[in-house]
């Protein structure tokens, strides 16, 4: 069974021990803007890297990436529906990404990538790629509330990834996920907005899932 298979309607709501935005946010959020990461990067996210920014150093158009990008469904259907862009599907999971997934998304415009994008997003911040959309597709949600910093805008490379894109695009069945990276991106001075998703054709297989189960799908669109 491909993850576009994936087994439907039988996806739980997320329970969580927070029951709104977490108390440290704005404290946690505060620390890692006024203090950069200087991890050293992981050889293979930064060989990935190398070779991706050969290719966009070539390319003179729009940059659209997908981060967390699964099977990579959604970088398909992204490069389908923008054929003059390049899109650039990140996963650190090998095998995820390297599933051959039959669908009708076939395009030539796109690359699939395995790399841990605590590193990756660092490196695409520091050679100032001109990211157009930067998407960010059901992460995975960390619903507890000691798990903060596992969330994306929890965590330290939280000043890169909203540095990231004109627009950033995040979608997740958990409203309180988007209501703190909302609240974290206007902390960093992007505004962005929260609305439902209601299109008919599921951009990824969490997505069409979590439908599937009648579960609601939200959207946060920062500018
Ligand atoms: C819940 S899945 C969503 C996948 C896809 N966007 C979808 O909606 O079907 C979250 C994905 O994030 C990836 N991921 C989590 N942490 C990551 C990291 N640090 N770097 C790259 N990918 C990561 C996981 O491997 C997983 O494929």
Redesign the pocket.
Known sequence: MT?TQAPMGDSKAIISNQPGVHEKLDEIVRKHLAHRSKKPYQAHTEQAFNEMNAIVENFDGEIIL??????G??TRILAKQNPDALVIG????AH?INRNIDDVWQADNYHLIR????D?YRLVAAANWPVSKHY??????WPKAKHIQRRWHGSAVFPEIISIGSEIIL?SNWPIYLQEFQQAAAIAGRAGQLTQVNEAEP???????YQASGQTCWQLRVE
């Open positions: 993850q997908d981060s967390c990008c699964g099977v469904q959604s990140i996963d650190k999971s995820r790399a841990d994008l605590n990756f960010i597709l059901y992460p995975n949600p979608r951009l990824t297989p969490f997505e069409a899932k």
